[in-house]
């Protein structure tokens, strides 16, 4: 018998009235409810309103790219972080950030509204600086991995010596007549120190503190911390061991 999404995330008690960004794997949530990619993605966003009344649902459309192409269109650049970010991206392409690299779907339309300085990842005035203050909900769905990039704004805030500031120049066309230069600053990982994330150790560290919130609902773990919350563990890890979030190298 198909699921409806709202009985998979019924029971996570995410707060209400807050902005929720979501990453999340489609294929098994597809199965269960026995629908299309594309209904899939609508109807775990129809959901989560329904459930959590947020101030709008946000989901990464990541352009990685951006670095090498120097060419990013907020209508048209596909996302490259997955199904469902590429679904959410063709249901609501006009509500797009014109972030070149961290763009978000904003399904409710309001960030805009908000002075976001979309010429730089993770600064004063960056919209993970603006999730922060917000305390925005990062919710993940049926990934093997834990995924929250608000980390980066936190090793940023504790300026951690494995990344530097760097600059890409491009082209971010906003629709098919207005277009514009950009010097981006990106905070980026030094590759001659080739620092991975331990992603296993973080998830283990915040589910031993009591901060990240899991739950199962047919196989599937579903968890969510909120920003705040992810930035004072995080930070606490941090200034006992600097590269806590990193895997040890050898030597």
């Avoid at 990344?163 to 277009?179: A, C, L, M, N, P």
């Avoid at 998830?203 to 899991?214: F, K, R, T, V």
């Avoid at 909120?226 to 995080?234: E, M, N, Q, Y």
Wanted: charged content about 30%; proline content about 3%; aromatic content about 14%.
């Amino acid at each position: 018998m198909p699921l409806k999404a709202k009985d998979i995330f019924k029971e996570i008690n995410i707060p209400k009235g807050r902005i929720i960004v979501v990453h999340a794997r489609l294929s098994n949530l597809k199965e269960l409810m026995k629908v299309d990619y594309t209904e899939a993605a609508r109807a775990i966003i129809d959901s989560i309103y329904e459930l959590y009344q947020p101030k709008t649902i946000l989901v990464p459309t990541f352009t990685y790219s951006f670095t090498k192409s120097g060419i990013y269109h907020r209508l048209f650049s596909k996302s490259e972080v997955g199904r469902f970010s590429e679904e959410v991206r063709n249901i609501y392409s006009q509500y797009r950030t014109p972030d070149p690299i961290f763009s978000f779907v904003d399904t409710n339309n309001i960030i805009h509204k908000n002075n976001i300085d979309y010429r730089t990842a993770f600064d004063k005035g960056s919209l993970f600086e603006f999730l922060d203050k917000e305390d925005c909900i990062v919710l993940n769905a049926d990934l093997d991995t834990i995924t929250q990039t608000q980390i980066h704004y936190v090793e940023k805030v504790n300026q951690v010596d494995y990344r530097y500031e760097k600059v890409f120049t491009g082209v971010v066309y906003h629709d098919q007549s207005r277009w514009e230069y950009i010097n981006y600053k990106y905070y980026v990982r030094d590759l001659l120190l080739d620092p991975k994330m331990d992603y296993k150790k973080r998830e283990q560290y915040l589910i031993e503190s009591g901060d990240l919130q899991i739950f199962y609902n047919n196989d599937l773990k579903i968890s969510w911390i909120s920003a705040k919350t992810l930035k004072d563990a995080i930070t606490k890890a941090l200034k006992e061991d600097p590269h806590f979030l990193i895997i040890k190298q050898d030597g």
